[in-house]
């Protein structure tokens, strides 16, 4: 009786859980139809090569696609060498002790932080407090510190997941830490920092209410041709296009998104070909 009650409930489980994903993937299909069906037809080289307009039927995507290659360009200069460097240390240096401890919980907790709050620190740090202003280097700061925490989780458990024997191997042939840590665990744990890595900026390319937060510009006819101009992301100006009464903008957000979800596949099928390409090296 007990066994016949207990395959019930595994059976009631497994359908709500089955029900859950057919909802979820039910509702992703039938938006993403909506969204085809509306910016298909506005798809052209035309639409990414051209500059946002007045008109319609003539705005582009191009200062907000390279608004938004220049952002992660820079986010990856800044938070690459500070978010690797500070998983090696926790992981291959740092002393088990409180500090450390209180350390790494507080990093933990800082990745489950909403973007909202990266946007209120970057805004009172770098554009009041370093007089960074609306400027492309500001965005990339507040975005650096959006995705530091997720690059030093995703760099330490690769790190962590480096075998002991390697290292105690190399320590017995006379290497230094450094150099145990240089040519043998950084080339064994790569695949998996870069998949964090690449994963960390696919989410930073699609948030908006940190660059809103810190007032980046939603519309801009020019492109950003320093460090300190003025600049706008694809997040930024499919909100602008979809707050327009216009139906023809509406068309063009449909677009800008289809972009967006390109460029968000494109980066995650790239962290999924590289880790598979460059774990085949390395299998312990």
Not at 14 to 37: K, N, Q, R, W
Not at 243 to 256: E, I, K, L
């Amino acid at each position: 009786m007990v066994r016949r009650q207990g395959k019930f409930g595994e059976a009631i489980f497994y359908a709500t859980c089955l029900f859950s994903v057919g909802l979820g993937l039910l509702m992703l299909g039938a938006l993403l139809v909506d969204i085809f069906a509306d910016g298909w037809h506005r798809l052209s080289l035309d639409f990414l090569t051209s500059y946002p307009s007045r008109r319609p039927q003539s705005a582009g995507l191009l200062v907000a696609l390279v608004g938004s290659l220049y952002l992660m360009l820079l986010t990856a200069i800044i938070s690459l060498p500070i978010g690797v460097g500070a998983a090696i240390y926790l992981e291959e240096y740092a002393r088990n002790n409180a500090f450390t401890r209180l350390l790494e919980h507080n990093i933990a907790n800082l990745a489950a932080l909403p973007s909202i709050i990266y946007g209120l620190l970057g805004l009172q740090l770098f554009v009041r407090v370093f007089h960074l202003e609306r400027s492309l280097l500001a965005g990339a700061f507040t975005m650096a510190l959006l995705v530091l925490p997720i690059i030093i989780m995703s760099s330490r458990e690769a790190i962590k997941r480096v075998p002991h024997s390697l290292r105690e191997a190399a320590f017995a042939l006379g290497a230094t830490r450094w150099e145990v840590i240089r040519h043998q665990v950084l080339p064994v744990a790569f695949p998996g920092i870069l998949t964090g890595c690449i994963l960390a900026f696919s989410r930073a390319i699609g948030e908006t209410a940190p660059l809103i937060t810190i007032g980046a510009i939603t519309y801009m006819a020019f492109l950003p041709d320093s460090l300190n101009s003025p600049f706008t992301v694809l997040p930024l100006q499919i909100f602008n296009w979809i707050s327009r009464p216009q139906a023809g903008f509406h068309a063009n957000a449909a677009a800008g998104i289809i972009v967006l979800l390109v460029l968000l596949l494109g980066m995650n099928a790239v962290a999924v070909f590289l880790r598979r390409k460059l774990e085949r090296r390395y299998r312990f």
